[in-house]
């Protein structure tokens, strides 16, 4: 059985009952910001601090790629892709697509999303929508440019600073023309907005209003951090009278979120209840370099005929090797694999086989050999049908429809053999 994309996944951030059965990833590919927010300091790495902003480390799209990887093979219940910083999605656009291609071309049942300022999202709307991002949430803390001035010290766009009212007008055309534009491509949409007392604490339900008119989905008010090193540092935070009278107002005019969590912008787990690891797990693939095409030229696959990927690791005797050639994808040779019964020295011996593979395709496989040869470099995809499909995924990196956990062999269901490798 295949696995299809699946959008009537709940989003733990959306739907409040999900975020005790969905997990989700924030990604930090995103380091750069086109605007400076006066209550913001983005700190890279403080592990002891939850807000937005702060990551433990950045990763480029390929280090992120890997460490989703291996996320998914350490939470059962990871549903949501999110890239929501250090700094904005769209001051990192590039870096940002890319990581969510990656991803989509081997995940096409994760939903994704993004969260961002809004100030440079409009020329990427359509790609979202292709890559099939599900949920977008904006940041607009104002509607009145007089009042979005008293935010934000300066505005970058299309490669000019703009401060000011003149700053405020040009981030709030770009804001609010998103969210129709958003909505008529079928996207869910979420705005934030900061309670900062004095500036615009009176003002958010205008912003709400505003918003729901033109197609907003969802607003989540949040309380400002008083963040050391900010323009705001000394701005008394919202207490708990003046967020409820917020969200009270907010609500007359749309749906409101009442579980924001104020994620890291590497958050990993269910929402509230991260995994505590992660920050070692981000480090360690922060310093992977990236193989060269000349490194890792082929795939392998499982088959017993040549024309399917049809195979378990295990019982797969050999390897055909398959390279991307100028006239399509080319056989190269039939490798032989390590001989079973030798425990997981078979694997590190596969995984020595596979050193000039960067990747490898079968039907099924056990979860240890998958962390022996992943780990060495080449990723294994599970995945049942033609092997054109999978090397049409892996080389030009479009969606393979991988096989579900639940469906795929797993070692021991029908096994008698005595864990030495697969006799």
Not at 6 to 18: G, L, R, V
Not at 288 to 317: C, D, I, Q, S
Request: charged share 25%; with cysteine; glycine share 6%.
């Amino acid at each position: 059985m295949t696995k299809e994309t699946n959008t009537n996944i709940a989003h733990p951030c959306f739907d409040k009952e999900a975020k005790h059965s969905h997990a989700r990833v924030h990604l930090p590919v995103a380091p750069n910001c086109n605007i400076q927010c006066n209550y913001c300091n983005r700190q890279f790495d403080c592990v002891n601090e939850s807000r937005p902003g702060v990551t433990s480390t950045v990763l480029k799209p390929f280090q992120a790629f890997e460490y989703f990887r291996a996320l998914e093979d350490k939470l059962d219940n990871l549903s949501v892709v999110g890239i929501a910083g250090p700094g904005d999605p769209f001051a990192n656009a590039e870096e940002t697509m890319e990581t969510m291609e990656r991803i989509k071309a081997e995940y096409p049942d994760k939903l994704f999303c993004v969260s961002t300022n809004g100030l440079n999202l409009y020329p990427y709307i359509d790609k979202l929508a292709k890559v099939g991002v599900s949920h977008v949430t904006i940041t607009i803390n104002a509607i009145d440019p007089a009042i979005t001035a008293k935010v934000y010290k300066w505005v970058r766009f299309n490669k000019k600073v703009y401060r000011g009212i003149e700053g405020a007008e040009v981030l709030l055309e770009q804001q609010l023309k998103c969210i129709p534009a958003l909505k008529g491509k079928g996207i869910i949409v979420k705005i934030n907005s900061v309670i900062m007392p004095g500036i615009n604490d009176e003002h958010i339900v205008e912003v709400a209003r505003v918003c729901s008119e033109l197609g907003a989905d969802v607003f989540n008010c949040i309380p400002m951090i008083a963040t050391k090193g900010t323009e705001f540092e000394n701005l008394q935070q919202p207490d708990s009278k003046m967020v409820f009278k917020t969200r009270m107002q907010v609500s007359e005019h749309i749906e409101l979120m009442s579980h924001c969590s104020r994620c890291r912008a590497d958050a990993a787990g269910l929402l509230g209840k991260d995994l505590k690891d992660t920050h070692v797990m981000l480090k360690e693939f922060a310093k992977r370099e990236p193989f060269t095409e000349e490194e890792r030229p082929y795939v392998a696959v499982a088959t017993r005929e040549g024309l399917l990927v049809n195979m378990h690791l295990g019982e797969a005797k050999s390897f055909y090797i398959f390279r991307k050639s100028p006239k399509g994808f080319q056989f190269v040779e039939e490798r032989q694999s390590p001989k079973a019964g030798t425990g997981d020295n078979r694997w590190l011996d596969m995984a020595r086989l596979m050193k000039d593979c960067r990747a490898l395709l079968v039907s099924g496989v056990g979860e240890n050999p998958k962390a022996i040869i992943s780990s060495c470099g080449t990723r294994i995809i599970e995945m049942t049908g033609l092997i054109d499909e999978g090397l049409d995924g892996i080389y030009n990196h479009k969606p393979i429809r991988s096989i579900a956990k639940q469906d795929a062999f797993r070692c021991g269901s029908n096994c008698k053999g005595n864990a030495q490798g697969c006799a």
